[in-house]
């Protein structure tokens, strides 16, 4: 069965960074694409970020491009998301989910492409 299990998340100051992990269990996540995604209150959920299979292609929404960067270690089996100079619109409960399509040249930025979600981790920006 395919596991996802987000940490990492928590209180940081406008400016501030966090590293957000997704390990895996029951697959070998390089295997798998893999994306983040985040739901902030009383918004849609939205895809931050996409690592194709073997991470052969990587992917970010506009707004996180030069802040954020996706990352994985297969010996952990685990995809990184390191958040740098976050704001308080990163502010939200932040999800990995696993790309059932196992398409390596490219990384999916919909949720349509995702299915085998993680619990979720909070993020939340503030001063």
């Known amino acids: 069965q395919l596991q996802l299990v987000e940490s990492g998340g928590g209180l940081v100051r406008p400016g501030g960074s966090l590293r957000l992990s997704c390990a895996a269990s029951g697959f070998f996540l390089n295997s798998y694409g893999i994306g983040w995604f985040r739901q902030a209150p009383g918004k849609e959920r939205e895809v931050v970020s996409c690592?194709?299979?073997?991470?052969?292609?990587?992917d970010y929404v506009d707004s996180v491009k030069g802040r954020f960067t996706i990352s994985r270690d297969n010996a952990k089996n685990t995809v990184y998301l390191q958040m740098n100079s976050l704001k308080p619109e990163d502010t939200g409960a932040y999800y990995c989910?696993?790309?059932?399509?196992?398409?390596?040249?490219?990384?999916?930025?919909?949720?349509?492409?995702?299915?085998?979600w993680g619990q979720g981790t909070q993020v939340t920006v503030s001063s």
């Open positions: 690592i194709s299979v073997r991470d052969g292609a990587k």
């Open positions: 989910a696993v790309d059932q399509t196992a398409v390596q040249s490219v990384c999916h930025m919909a949720e349509v492409f995702y299915d085998n």
